[in-house]
């Protein structure tokens, strides 16, 4: 449970507010008339008093409050004359709610007895609606507790980010020019010590040399001493004893230069360590407890089951976990949504409940813990829990999925689809144990907050909605990755793993990928913005995304790590750049954009979400059947195909293709060669003696190239051939061979 | 007559290719040497990228590409940063830039006005794929 301690001192500072409100109010009433704009100011303030206090459980606070709001509501209302008089009874009431603020800021808690004649007295003009004269009481307002606080705008403190982030880019360009300057030392330091060295071995050299009978002393100062009293010099001696000095004092001051710039990259260190517990601080100024969120938001929904007759029971854990105050703001609304869900929908009854052999309170439990820097909140209910079942159903009728498409997805994935927008499209639908709409806007206000939404249910047992969030909005945690000699950078939060380009050679073609029993659709960052994808880099990174449970991938050129990082939005003139959603600026000063996964695939989502029920329609421009055992060929020849507005049948064996050609118009047969149960050769050799399909098109499909095989099947009756792997070009020339895409515009 | 005090505007003169344009002096807010641009992957061809500049980007337009302006050469690359409401944007110039005065009646030709400029310039949001997104 959250510290009571804390919750008071945000009661106190709130309180402080609507007092105050209260008290402007008053002022306007006397001085400027009933207006019922003023009245409704301070009803609402009272209302909202009322259920700060009744949180903290102070409930004489609530009562009084709770009598103003009775009674400004009568006022309201004109069931009692709007006259002056009354507002002396009011600051009687004030007046009592401040001694209370001020004993629960010395003393946690309400002392005094509430002055129950007041309360009386409020009853009995409420109900007899007439004004009863109350003794003259002072003018005077007891004055507020002192809290050691103030309340900053947001925005200030935006702007405080806004000048911190430029430090930090600041303060990385100068890190990195202390760098270069200590190269140079090193640099300067290396060549000096070789200079002093040559110049030591030269005159040491020179220095056992005998000297030359021509050589003249020309020095004065050695000159006036003869031979005998001096050792021999010359110049050279001199000049190499001078040079040498001078190499010396130069290595002197390398060394203070290397030292000083030891000490430099120590302070730099010391200021990067304050700049981060500045940035902290800073952040932890706008955080505030997630219980207080959660305790306004069980109140509300206490409220909502007693109203559906309904008991439940709501536990809270982690409360006294803090999240940023925008965050905390936008929580509010998804949280109170899947909430009310679960007691509409999930909870049953009392008497149901019993009747499975559930306790007759219901259960909800809120689990809030810190997972790094973000926040994972579960919301548990031992409810009616999803039937998957109907979830299938849905999302087959609406045309959401394919059967072919749900054969492959697991029941988490499945499930997901309840976050589509569309599932479900009225407020009654309710899906015999599941949740109503509006699950996608939850999911849109979660996306907003850079956050991540799973559900997990098993029926009749439990509901489970995992929202991931970010603690806080301003610093993002970011995977720098290349792209076309370009950097970018993405939010890694719907990261969920990066592979290597090598287990998986052919995504570049396929755009298709099987990991861990999963086809992962795969884009080509390349080749998503840039027109010429010139050289093709070997190295390769597939980074896999997982949007609550749907899974797609990007492959890019190479990944340069991670940041964390405040993203700067790209302004209006660009803003235009939806597949950004903003930049981020390198310690060299470089732009990354920083791009939104979402919108990347975004056509993808519509596809699935739009992708009307018109079976048979006749939009198509032809109809195609592929047979081939490998689900991938079948996935990527579909979608290729589909993509040239082509109906596509796909059979996985030639037993299956002939029963498709039962029941199915079909312009033209795609055929892989070995399939188990009937293969390729076979399925020819039926088509051809079918003689409705005498002339039916019949491309065959293989990996096995030879002429042999290939002069086979021309001779069982094939049209064309194509090997594998295939690339879309020679698909779309074969196919307008045989007239099928003969209107095509692409 | 000679007492009139004459009323002048101010403008910044810029060209790209063989043609000057002309722009209120007011707007123009510094003018920067080009030396590394960073193209924006995904913008029309007008941008040609942006510059950062103190920590913020500036995206650079060519006008060149908006006008169809032939270019002869890329000798001295300029960027006229301007102030649209608050946004900068840049302005490739083929020269560097300068400042005129005209009496405040003549009517001036190949006169850009920055506001109009940036509004038939800035990327427009795609209007399609934008149903769910907003609502309540």
């Not at chain 1, 110049?199 to 003869?226: C, H, M, N, Q």
Request: aromatic content about 8%.
């Amino acid at each position: 449970m959250i510290d009571q301690t804390e919750l008071i001192k945000y009661f106190l500072l709130e309180s402080e507010d609507y007092i105050n409100t209260l008290l402007e109010g008053l002022e306007d009433l006397e001085n400027k008339g009933f207006s019922q704009e003023t009245l409704e100011a301070i009803y609402r303030a009272t209302h909202t008093l009322k259920g700060s206090a009744s949180i903290v459980k102070f409930n004489k606070i609530a009562t009084l409050a709770h009598k103003l709001e009775d009674l400004f509501e009568a006022i309201i209302n004109h069931e009692i004359q709007q006259d002056t008089s009354i507002i002396n009874l009011v600051r009687r009431v004030v007046n009592s709610m401040i001694n209370f603020i001020n004993e629960v800021s010395q003393y946690n808690e309400e002392k005094s007895e509430l002055d129950s004649n007041i309360v009386n007295l409020i009853d009995e003009i409420i109900e007899k609606k007439i004004i009863l004269q109350t003794e003259e009481s002072q003018d005077i307002y007891a004055p507020l507790p002192m809290i050691n606080s103030v309340r900053v705008e947001l925005g200030l403190i935006d702007s405080l980010f806004d000048i911190l982030g430029e430090i930090i880019v600041q303060k990385n360009i100068i890190s990195d020019r202390e760098k270069e300057l200590r190269n140079l030392v090193e640099d300067i330091l290396k060549s000096g010590k070789k200079l002093f060295n040559e110049i030591i071995s030269f005159s040491d050299r020179y220095w056992l040399a005998p000297l030359g009978e021509k050589t003249k002393v020309l020095d004065t100062f050695f000159t006036d001493f003869s031979d005998l009293e001096f050792d021999r010099y010359d110049e050279y001696h001199i000049f190499t004893r001078k040079i040498a000095e001078i190499t010396n004092d130069i290595n002197e001051g390398l060394n203070e230069l290397i030292s000083f710039s030891e000490n430099l990259s120590s302070n730099f260190k010391t200021l990067g360590k304050e700049i981060i517990t500045l940035k902290d601080s800073l952040l932890s100024i706008r955080m505030l407890p997630i219980g207080r969120l959660l305790n306004k938001i069980s109140e509300a929904i206490k409220d909502t089951a007693n109203n559906l007759g309904k008991q439940i029971n709501i536990e809270i854990k982690g409360g006294d976990i803090k999240i940023d105050k925008p965050v905390f703001d936008l929580l509010y609304e998804p949280l109170i949504h899947i909430l009310r869900n679960a007691i509409d929908h999930g909870i049953e009854t009392p008497e149901n409940r019993l009747s499975i052999g559930k306790p007759a309170k219901g259960n909800i439990k809120l689990l809030v813990r810190k997972e790094g820097k973000y926040v994972v909140i579960s919301i548990t209910d031992d409810g009616k829990g999803i039937d998957i079942d109907r979830v299938k159903e849905i999302a087959l009728s609406r045309g959401l999925l394919t059967q072919e498409q749900m054969h492959y997805m697991n029941n988490e994935e499945i499930l997901s689809y309840i976050f589509v927008p569309g599932f479900s499209t009225s407020e009654d639908v309710d899906f015999q144990s599941g949740r109503g709409m509006g699950l996608n806007i939850v999911k849109t206000s979660i996306t907003k907050l850079k956050g991540t939404i799973e559900v997990y249910s098993e029926l009749h047992k439990y509901t489970t909605f995992l929202i991931k969030i970010p603690q806080s909005l301003s610093i993002t945690n970011l995977l720098i990755f290349r792209s076309s000699d370009l950097e970018f950078a993405v939010p890694i939060n719907y990261i969920e793993e990066i592979l290597t380009i090598e287990d998986f050679p052919d995504v570049k073609s396929e755009k298709l990928i099987n990991h861990k029993n999963r086809f992962i659709t795969v884009k080509v960052f390349s080749e998503l913005y840039f027109s010429s994808n010139g050289k093709h880099s070997e190295k390769g990174y597939i980074i896999i995304f997982n949007f609550s449970g749907i899974r797609k991938a990007l492959l890019v050129d190479d990944i340069l790590g991670q940041e964390e990082v405040a993203i700067y939005p790209l302004g209006k003139f660009l803003e235009g750049l939806t597949q950004y959603i903003g930049y981020v600026l390198s310690a060299q000063g470089t732009p990354r954009f920083v791009i939104d996964p979402v919108k990347i695939f975004e056509e993808e989502f519509v596809f699935t979400i739009s992708k009307p029920l018109t079976f048979e329609s006749t939009a198509y421009i032809g109809t195609v059947l592929i047979v081939d055992d490998s689900i991938s060929v079948r996935r990527s020849l579909q979608t290729l195909l589909e993509a040239k507005n082509l109906k596509v049948y796909a059979a996985k064996d030639g037993l299956e293709a002939l029963n498709i050609l039962e029941e199915k118009t079909v312009d033209i047969v795609i055929t892989d060669l070995e399939m188990p149960v009937m293969h390729g050769y076979e399925l020819i050799n039926r088509i051809r003696k079918d003689i409705r399909f005498k002339d039916l098109p019949i491309i065959v499909l293989t990996s096995r190239g030879t002429k042999k095989h290939q002069e086979k099947a021309i001779d069982l009756g094939a049209d064309g051939f194509l090997v594998k792997p295939f690339d879309e070009k020679t698909i779309t020339e074969l196919l307008s061979n045989f007239q099928i895409l003969k209107n095509q515009i692409y | 007559m000679s007492e009139e005090i004459r009323e002048e505007k101010h403008f910044c003169v810029f060209g790209i290719g063989e043609r000057e344009f002309l722009i209120p002096k007011e707007s123009v807010i510094q003018v920067l040497d080009i030396t590394k641009i960073f193209p924006i992957p995904g913008s029309p061809d007008y941008i040609v990228g942006a510059l950062p500049v103190r920590g913020k980007i500036i995206p650079a337009i060519d006008l060149a590409k908006v006008y169809n302006i032939e270019r002869i050469n890329y000798s001295e690359n300029k960027l006229l940063v301007l102030d649209v409401e608050g946004e900068k944007i840049g302005i490739l110039s083929d020269i560097t830039p300068f400042f005129v005065s005209f009496d405040k009646e003549i009517v001036v030709d190949d006169y850009l006005d920055p506001k109009k400029l940036y509004e038939e310039l800035k990327i427009k949001q795609p209007s399609s794929n934008k149903t769910n997104e907003n609502l309540p």
